[in-house]
């Protein structure tokens, strides 16, 4: 039996376009590998029974009498999404950033299962990397698994399991899914009118569905009417695609919050804000006290209509104050904007998320990509994802996994997405951005790092 797209699924499909992709990227870099690429191929072809979906693509119905299903692929090829690539000697971070900013850049192909994963060697010290994309229509929950949390293992001994025989399942005809919708409709009159407008492109109404299927997507409704403040991070994206990395020690960023008070994800923002205010004044933009840029920051919550806690992820609006010279000052206000986000009791704490979800941080961001989708470009400057992750070592085939970035997509109207993760004592960010509009991101990820080795001299 198929099983259909969702609407909110279903629309981020209809939403997307060649030149705002929504698919999440993750790089995984890890020790050198013994059996090389051959080794982590062989391991992701053997996991891949713990994840149906990855191998089932999206059927149109016919006339787009409903939203699309989900249907094995008779012609899938695991030598199509598994691919091998390599960086040039020296093989620095520089090269393999430029790999992954082309990678990034194309969108999935629709006509196959949405996915696929880039074994790249070729890297300094003999390391190599996994560079993996995964469309937010194959996450809808974090019941869901992405094929990053698969290649995983806590110790390196892990045995790799015997592969499956699969054999797909026949695809529905057209007569069938058109039968289908019917059937449904019948049982729910309303569906029509939901098919109807997601058919003609609707936009409004669609955002309206994905702002109602996740339970509220913005709790901040005064802002949320308020358009976002100009910024050179609003514009028409184009189609290609730079990405930057920064690093932080986890424990200089705990030293500023036992110094300051606060979070460590206000900690972060508060970093990301002061890179943005001098990432600014280097570009020549106005900077006076009253300037800000708005930042969307999805946040995991608990979902009690579900009895599961981080069962759903919402997104608030937040004006990081980049016109504040004073760093503990924007600290201070920062923290008091996120305090609503855990006084309310929804929100979960870091320690519970992890222990829900193992290493998760693809499925969360991905989470957090899709709450974003639904806005309004008009209502924020950028998106921040900050997802936990585990503080003890993980192993990919026997080798031990040394940094993890998140590269979260770009939403249509945007120029920086900026993913953060917590791995082993150290702090990953990624930043997305447009090549166009911000080609010079690699500059933002060194204020960033200046940012953090400031504040944390500061405290010692």
Same mark, same amino acid.
């Given at each position: 039996?198929?099983?259909?797209?969702?609407?909110l699924?279903?629309?981020?499909?209809?939403l997307?376009d060649a030149?705002?992709?929504?698919h999440?990227a993750?790089?995984l870099v890890?020790?050198p590998v013994? %059996?090389?690429l051959?080794?982590?191929?062989?391991?992701?072809?053997?996991?891949?029974?713990?994840? @149906?979906?990855?191998?089932q #693509?999206v059927?149109?119905?016919?006339?787009h009498?409903?939203?699309?299903?989900?249907?094995d692929d008779?012609?899938? /090829?695991?030598?199509y999404?598994?691919?091998?690539?390599a960086?040039?000697r020296? &093989?620095?971070?520089?090269?393999?950033? /430029?790999?992954v900013?082309?990678?990034?850049?194309r969108?999935?192909? *629709?006509?196959?299962p949405?996915?696929?994963?880039?074994?790249?060697?070729g890297?300094?010290e003999g *390391?190599?990397?996994?560079v993996?994309?995964?469309h937010?229509?194959?996450?809808?929950?974090?019941?869901?698994?992405d094929?990053a949390?698969?290649?995983? $293992?806590?110790?390196? $001994?892990v045995?790799?399991?015997?592969?499956d025989?699969?054999t797909?399942?026949?695809?529905?005809? !057209?007569?069938?899914l058109?039968?289908?919708?019917?059937?449904?409709?019948?049982?729910?009159?309303?569906?029509?009118?939901?098919?109807?407008?997601?058919a003609?492109?609707?936009l409004?109404?669609?955002?309206a569905?994905v702002?109602?299927a996740?339970?509220g997507l913005?709790?901040?409704?005064?802002?949320?009417?308020v358009? +976002?403040?100009h910024?050179?991070?609003?514009?028409r994206?184009g189609?290609?695609?730079?990405?930057?990395?920064? *690093?932080?020690?986890?424990?200089?960023l705990? +030293?500023?919050?036992r110094a300051h &008070?606060?979070?460590?994800?206000?900690?972060?923002?508060t970093?990301l804000? %002061?890179?943005?205010?001098?990432?600014?004044?280097? #570009? %020549?933009?106005?900077?006076?006290g009253?300037t800000?840029v *708005? +930042?969307?920051v999805?946040v995991?919550?608990?979902?009690?209509?579900?009895?599961l806690?981080?069962s759903?992820?919402? +997104?608030?609006l937040?004006?990081?104050?980049v016109g504040? @010279?004073?760093?503990?000052?924007r600290?201070?206000r920062?923290?008091?904007a996120?305090?609503?986000?855990t006084?309310s009791?929804?929100?979960? #704490?870091?320690?519970?998320?992890i222990?829900l979800?193992?290493?998760?941080?693809?499925t969360?961001?991905?989470?957090g990509?899709?709450?974003a989708? &639904?806005?309004?470009?008009?209502?924020?400057n950028?998106?921040?994802t900050?997802?936990?992750?585990?503080q003890?070592?993980?192993y990919?085939?026997?080798?031990r996994?040394?940094e993890?970035?998140?590269?979260? !997509?770009?939403?249509?109207?945007?120029?920086l997405?900026v993913g953060?993760?917590?791995y082993?004592g150290?702090?990953?960010?990624?930043?997305?951005? /447009?090549?166009d509009?911000?080609?010079?991101?690699?500059?933002?990820?060194?204020?960033?790092?200046q940012e953090?080795?400031?504040?944390t001299e500061?405290?010692r």
């Open positions: 039996m198929t099983e259909r797209l969702t609407t699924d279903a629309s981020f499909l209809y997307e030149g705002a992709p929504m999440v993750g790089v890890l020790e013994d %059996g090389g051959d080794a982590l191929a062989e391991l992701l072809e053997a996991r891949l029974p713990l994840v @149906p979906r990855y191998r #693509r059927v149109p119905v016919p006339g009498l409903a939203n699309p299903v989900w249907a008779p012609d899938f /090829d695991v030598a999404h598994l691919r091998r690539s960086v040039p020296p &093989g620095t971070e520089a090269q393999l950033l /430029d790999l900013s082309r990678v990034t850049s969108p999935l192909d *629709r006509r196959r949405l996915w696929e994963v880039y074994l790249v060697e890297l300094a *390391r190599v990397a996994v993996t994309k995964t937010p229509a194959l996450v809808d929950g974090l019941g869901a698994v094929i949390q698969v290649l995983l $293992d806590p110790t390196p $001994d045995p790799v399991p015997a592969g025989s699969w797909p399942r026949r695809v529905p005809g !057209p007569v069938e058109v039968a289908g919708a019917l059937g449904e409709y019948v049982q729910r009159p309303t569906a029509v009118v939901e098919t109807a407008r997601s003609v492109g609707d409004r109404s669609t955002a569905r702002r109602s996740t339970g913005v709790r901040a409704a005064r802002s949320a009417v358009p +976002a403040p910024s050179p991070l609003n514009r994206a189609t290609l695609r730079r990405v930057a990395v920064a *690093r932080a020690d986890l424990e200089d705990k +030293a500023i919050r &008070g606060g979070t460590v994800n206000d900690v972060l923002l970093v804000t %002061g890179a943005l205010r001098d990432w600014l004044l280097s #570009r %020549g933009e106005p900077v006076i009253s800000a *708005r +930042a969307l999805p995991s919550e608990r979902g009690e209509e579900k009895g806690p981080g759903s992820v919402s +997104a608030y937040v004006d990081l104050p504040e @010279p004073n760093p503990w000052v600290l201070a920062l923290g008091y996120m305090r609503s986000v006084s009791g929804r929100s979960v #704490r870091a320690d519970t998320l222990a979800t193992g290493f998760a941080p693809p969360l961001h991905a989470l990509a899709r709450a989708r &639904g806005l309004s470009r008009r209502v924020f950028l998106v921040v900050n997802v936990p992750g585990p003890v070592p993980l990919a085939a026997g080798s996994m040394i993890v970035f998140p590269v979260v !997509p770009l939403v249509g109207g945007q120029g997405a953060m993760t917590s082993d150290r702090v990953y960010i990624g930043l997305n951005a /447009d090549r509009g911000v080609g010079d991101v690699d500059v933002l990820a060194d204020l960033v790092e953090v080795g400031a504040l500061s405290v």
